[in-house]
């Protein structure tokens, strides 16, 4: 059968440490990624993300489960065996070699003959614009030539699959802003399947075919971005991408009671207390009364492009409303008014 | 509070600085003086180096000397750096080997000494330039060592991985980025025990049979029969070997960078 996914991770487990003092890192992980998808783990700092990089580059061995690369089993294969090229985080440039040495090392341990190594490193370096750098040093180079060089070095032997360990973390935000754009034409030109690690939900959404959600050594959501914005499926999803509006309510057979409001249609399997989510820019401010419930009007922010209003809930908790119609004026501050939220925008959480 | 303010600060420490390097300097200006009695000057001249230029015995304990330091500092560097490299990661025991290695920095040498010179001849090892080469490889070991595990613990363990996620397997990783990084801190290892072994002078008497003196050895007995400008000159000569093997060292490195 031939293979349409460059990688599938199938039931992985990782622990540090041992015996009583052993740490699970990784809970029965399992991706498939497929060609030239551009993939990205998302999660707050030590949910394992990097470790399951590490796993698929060849730097830690999986305790259990199997990881495959183009069909081929490389669970237990040394790094230097698996067809995957790597973007560290610090981008661990040689700082003994120049930079076209460093981009030629991949290409010399692979024995190509001597003018396809130079035509290839010539090819790397334009393709992320540093042919002038060539013969500098690492150390003469700024942050981003270093990002760019450790990217050309990463491409040069034509890997099925590039790592990326939040490879934009350690630019300012201008240059990260460049260098993302940058780096999805890349992934588009090379035509190289990319799985990429960020905490950074923004960077995310903006970059990525695919994200995964991970929290404690687990994949929460997986899925196309505008899915994990829009539909997300638990809790901790919904808080860490955006702004979210969470409301507690109670299942019925008719559907979900809001704490202090009216009962929504919304479908849910068994009854029971229930959290419900809505982006702010999905709910509408409404004339008292007429919405789902009533509200008081704290502050209203005007930011440009839309007015930020912030509400408090007769149950005490806050509810944001991003209203993007610039010619409705906003309601006195202080004053009641009413909260709408269309059904299909209502998604119910689990913990 | 600023330590450069505490009174005194400046002339104490000009005053240590003196006692330090004052006599070395004396020395060094002695051995270009051409009078027979070493502290009294008359005027500047090159006799005492010519002099020991043409002294059979003192040419002969150069040449030991040399080929001492040389042999035991290579062997030493090459036992470090493998000690070094093998107690990288944590294992059961890594605490006792590193102070194994570092034990011979604490021992009292003259007892280590004797011990090695008892242990040679009950063994049967014939005194001389190769029992000396044994002798001081062991206490170099861990002069060369200091520097390489700084080197190490310095260096960070993704240049490593980087190598092996570029299709270098385990030996070509080593050669091509291991060793290269090292390089700083081997080198620096073996100039300490370069010029540690040759200012050795406890063992080297202890074990040095006849026809293998080496320079201190000389130096010492030279100096029984009275203090003559020719043990300033070989005393600069010495000075002057050390200095020129730190200089090449750093200068080595910094190329290397
Ligand atoms: N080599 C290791 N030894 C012990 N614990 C580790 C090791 N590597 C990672 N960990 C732990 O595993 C967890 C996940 O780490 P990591 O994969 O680096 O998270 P992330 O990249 O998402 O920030 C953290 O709690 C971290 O402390
Ligand atoms: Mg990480």
Same mark, same amino acid.
């Given at each position: 059968?031939?293979e349409t996914?460059?990688v599938?991770?199938?039931?992985v487990?990782?622990?540090?440490?041992?015996?009583d003092? $052993?740490?699970?890192v990784?809970?029965?992980v399992?991706v498939?990624?497929?060609?030239q998808?551009f993939?990205?783990?998302?999660?707050?700092?030590?949910c394992g993300k990097?470790t399951?990089?590490?796993?698929?580059?060849?730097? &830690?061995?999986?305790?259990?489960?199997?990881i495959r690369?183009?069909?081929?089993?490389?669970?237990h294969a040394?790094p230097?065996?698996?067809?995957?090229?790597?973007?560290f985080q610090?981008?661990?440039l040689?700082?003994?070699l120049?930079?076209?040495?460093?981009?030629?090392f991949?290409l010399?341990?692979?024995?190509l003959?001597?003018?396809?190594?130079?035509?290839r490193?010539g090819?790397?370096?334009?393709?992320v614009?540093?042919?002038?750098?060539?013969r500098r040093?690492?150390?003469?180079?700024?942050?981003?030539?270093?990002?760019r060089? $450790?990217?050309?070095r $990463?491409?040069?032997?034509?890997?099925k699959?590039?790592?990326l360990?939040?490879?934009?973390?350690?630019?300012?935000?201008?240059?990260?802003?460049e260098?993302?754009?940058?780096?999805?034409?890349l992934?588009?030109?090379?035509?190289i399947t990319f799985l990429f690690?960020?905490h950074?939900?923004?960077?995310a959404l903006?970059?990525?075919d695919?994200v995964?959600?991970?929290?404690g050594?687990?994949?929460l959501?997986?899925?196309?971005?505008?899915?994990?914005?829009?539909?997300?499926?638990?809790r901790?999803?919904?808080d860490f991408?955006?702004?979210i509006n969470?409301?507690?309510?109670?299942a019925?057979?008719?559907?979900v009671?809001?704490a202090?409001?009216?009962?929504?249609?919304v479908?849910?399997?068994?009854?029971? =207390?229930?959290t419900?989510?809505?982006?702010? &820019?999905?709910?509408?401010?409404v004339?008292?009364?007429?919405?789902v419930m009533d509200a008081?009007l704290v502050h209203?922010?005007?930011?440009?492009t839309?007015?930020?209003?912030?509400l408090?809930?007769a149950?005490?908790?806050?509810?944001l409303?991003r209203q993007?119609? =610039?010619?409705?004026?906003? =309601?006195?501050?202080?004053?009641?008014?009413?909260?709408a939220?269309?059904?299909?925008?209502l998604?119910?959480?689990q913990? | 509070?600023?330590i450069?303010?505490?009174?005194?600060?400046?002339?104490?420490?000009?005053?240590v600085?003196?006692y330090?390097?004052l006599?070395?300097?004396?020395?060094?200006?002695?051995?270009f003086?051409?009078?027979?009695?070493a502290?009294?000057?008359?005027?500047?001249s090159?006799?005492w180096?010519?002099?020991?230029?043409?002294?059979?015995?003192?040419?002969?304990?150069?040449?030991n000397?040399?080929?001492?330091a040389?042999?035991?500092?290579?062997?030493a560097?090459?036992?470090?750096?493998?000690?070094?490299l093998?107690?990288?990661?944590?294992?059961? #025991?890594?605490n006792a080997?590193?102070?194994?290695l570092?034990l011979?920095?604490?021992?009292?040498?003259?007892?280590?000494a004797?011990a090695?010179?008892i242990?040679f001849?009950?063994?049967?090892?014939?005194?001389?330039? #190769?029992?000396?080469?044994?002798a001081?490889?062991v206490f170099?070991i861990?002069f060369?060592?200091?520097?390489i595990?700084?080197?190490?613990? #310095?260096?960070?363990g993704t240049?490593?991985?980087?190598a092996?996620d570029l299709y270098?397997?385990?030996?070509?990783?080593?050669?091509?980025?291991t060793?290269?990084l090292?390089?700083p801190?081997?080198?620096?290892?073996?100039?300490?025990?370069?010029?540690?072994s040759?200012?050795?002078?406890l063992?080297s008497f202890?074990?040095?049979?006849? #026809?293998t003196?080496?320079?201190?050895?000389?130096i010492?007995s030279?100096i029984r029969?009275?203090?003559?400008?020719e043990i300033n000159?070989?005393?600069?000569?010495?000075?002057?070997?050390?200095?020129?093997l730190v200089?090449?060292?750093?200068a080595?490195?910094?190329l290397?960078?």
């Amino acid at each position: 059968m031939a293979e349409t996914n460059t990688v599938t991770i199938r039931g992985v487990s990782k622990a540090f440490g041992r015996g009583d003092a $052993a740490v699970r890192v990784l809970h029965d992980v399992s991706v498939d990624i497929a060609r030239q998808e551009f993939f990205t783990l998302l999660g707050p700092s030590g949910c394992g993300k990097t470790t399951l990089l590490r796993l698929v580059a060849g730097f &830690e061995i999986a305790d259990s489960g199997s990881i495959r690369i183009e069909g081929q089993d490389v669970t237990h294969a040394p790094p230097f065996r698996r067809p995957v090229n790597t973007v560290f985080q610090n981008y661990a440039l040689f700082p003994h070699l120049t930079v076209e040495q460093n981009v030629a090392f991949s290409l010399e341990e692979q024995r190509l003959p001597r003018d396809q190594i130079r035509q290839r490193v010539g090819e790397a370096l334009e393709m992320v614009r540093m042919q002038t750098y060539a013969r500098r040093r690492p150390s003469d180079l700024s942050g981003g030539q270093q990002q760019r060089v $450790a990217l050309a070095r $990463a491409l040069a032997p034509r890997p099925k699959l590039l790592l990326l360990d939040e490879p934009l973390s350690a630019l300012d935000l201008k240059l990260r802003k460049e260098m993302q754009i940058e780096l999805k034409q890349l992934q588009a030109e090379a035509g190289i399947t990319f799985l990429f690690v960020t905490h950074d939900q923004e960077e995310a959404l903006a970059l990525s075919d695919r994200v995964a959600v991970m929290q404690g050594g687990r994949i929460l959501q997986m899925g196309p971005p505008r899915e994990i914005y829009e539909a997300p499926t638990h809790r901790f999803v919904a808080d860490f991408i955006g702004d979210i509006n969470l409301l507690d309510g109670e299942a019925t057979g008719g559907g979900v009671r809001v704490a202090g409001g009216q009962t929504l249609p919304v479908q849910v399997s068994r009854p029971g =207390p229930v959290t419900l989510a809505i982006r702010p &820019e999905r709910a509408r401010l409404v004339a008292a009364g007429t919405g789902v419930m009533d509200a008081t009007l704290v502050h209203s922010a005007y930011l440009g492009t839309a007015t930020l209003h912030k509400l408090q809930l007769a149950s005490g908790g806050d509810f944001l409303i991003r209203q993007s119609d =610039p010619v409705q004026a906003a =309601p006195e501050k202080g004053s009641r008014v009413g909260i709408a939220l269309p059904t299909d925008a209502l998604q119910v959480l689990q913990e | 509070m600023n330590i450069r303010r505490f009174p005194l600060t400046r002339e104490i420490s000009l005053f240590v600085l003196a006692y330090l390097y004052l006599p070395v300097f004396v020395l060094i200006a002695y051995s270009f003086n051409a009078n027979r009695t070493a502290t009294v000057w008359t005027h500047a001249s090159l006799d005492w180096y010519v002099r020991i230029l043409n002294n059979p015995s003192i040419r002969a304990a150069t040449w030991n000397s040399l080929v001492l330091a040389i042999s035991a500092a290579t062997a030493a560097t090459v036992i470090a750096l493998l000690a070094a490299l093998a107690t990288r990661r944590a294992f059961p #025991g890594r605490n006792a080997s590193e102070t194994i290695l570092r034990l011979p920095l604490i021992l009292p040498e003259i007892v280590v000494a004797v011990a090695t010179l008892i242990l040679f001849v009950a063994v049967g090892i014939e005194l001389g330039l #190769g029992a000396m080469i044994l002798a001081h490889t062991v206490f170099c070991i861990p002069f060369a060592y200091l520097p390489i595990r700084a080197r190490l613990d #310095g260096m960070s363990g993704t240049y490593e991985e980087a190598a092996q996620d570029l299709y270098a397997n385990r030996f070509r990783t080593f050669r091509r980025v291991t060793m290269p990084l090292l390089w700083p801190g081997v080198l620096a290892g073996f100039t300490l025990a370069f010029v540690t072994s040759l200012d050795d002078f406890l063992t080297s008497f202890f074990l040095s049979g006849p #026809g293998t003196t080496t320079l201190p050895v000389y130096i010492f007995s030279a100096i029984r029969a009275g203090i003559t400008p020719e043990i300033n000159a070989i005393s600069t000569v010495m000075l002057v070997i050390s200095i020129l093997l730190v200089s090449l060292s750093f200068a080595l490195t910094r190329l290397r960078r």
